[in-house]
């Protein structure tokens, strides 16, 4: 009966951004020698005719005072809609590739944090990637506090502060300038022998409460609580930071770069939190 009555006519009020879109609405008719037929009817309002070749067709229309009831068909109308179509496609093209680099930064994150997830998981030892952890911290809070000046110029009030809420500490400042010679590595050093006796002294607590390899297990489950909690609110400050990179381009900036270079920042300083958040809560819980 179809193909008595003509075969199957595909009619489109409008063209798609995409002429592989067209091209498949049009082999729904006329299949394998089948009869058949498609036509497409659209408008200078469409979407496609707005963005792109609009004001030179409705230029012409005017010049030959066609009435707005009248149907046209001329090459030039087909030119102007693949011309169209060939600007969205190239656009949508380097959409795609922008968003390809985007994701490469994040995947080279994610392979980091995955791989750190998986030591966890797979119950390997983290006492000495813990006292690393530890190490850093002091160092970063040493060096803060200890950049410029001499002993007396140093904040030693603050850095105490901020030490007594990482880790019991038992080192005053007073016994540490009894000597005039007091630099910047010599309070590193005896800062660091401080918190390592302090971890020693927790592990033995932790152990004598539990039992023996209790700290172990304590050590992987504060890991992998923070490094998931960390690694979720990073990808929500990486998100934001996308949505906003396009305006760098009104400074003459490239998005993508200034993505990777943020990025990594970002990255860098959400592994220093989780370095001294993993501490802190191992010293507190």
Do not use: C
Request: glycine content about 6%.
């Amino acid at each position: 009966e179809v193909r008595e009555a003509g075969g199957l006519y595909v009619l489109g009020t409008e063209r798609h951004e995409s002429r592989r879109i067209d091209n498949q609405l049009r082999g729904r008719s006329g299949r394998q020698g089948d009869p058949g037929e498609s036509r497409f009817y659209l408008s200078l309002g469409d979407e496609l005719m707005r963005r792109f070749n609009a004001t030179m067709v409705e230029r012409v229309m005017t010049t030959m005072r066609l009435p707005d009831d009248v149907p046209i068909e001329h090459k030039m109308v087909s030119k102007a809609i693949k011309s169209a179509q060939t600007q969205v496609e190239q656009q949508n093209m380097e959409i795609r590739k922008n968003v390809l680099k985007y994701d490469e930064v994040m995947n080279e994150q994610r392979k980091v944090i995955y791989a750190e997830r998986l030591r966890v998981l797979e119950g390997e030892d983290l006492r000495e990637q813990i006292e690393h952890m530890l190490v850093d911290v002091i160092n970063a809070y040493v060096t803060e506090e200890t950049s410029t000046g001499y002993a007396e110029d140093w904040d030693h009030e603050k850095l105490w502060t901020a030490l007594k809420q990482l880790y019991p500490v038992k080192v005053t400042w007073e016994e540490l300038t009894e000597d005039d010679d007091l630099d910047a590595d010599r309070l590193r050093e005896a800062l660091l022998e401080d918190a390592h006796r302090a971890y020693d002294e927790r592990e033995a607590e932790i152990d004598g409460k539990v039992g023996e390899g209790a700290m172990r297990s304590l050590e992987r489950q504060v890991m992998l609580t923070v490094l998931d909690r960390k690694w979720r609110e990073h990808l929500y400050e990486m998100d934001y930071l996308k949505e906003g990179i396009g305006m760098r381009a009104l400074a003459q900036r490239d998005p993508v770069i200034e993505y990777q270079r943020e990025g990594y920042d970002m990255f860098r300083a959400m592994l220093e939190s989780l370095k001294e958040e993993a501490v802190g809560f191992l010293f507190n819980l």
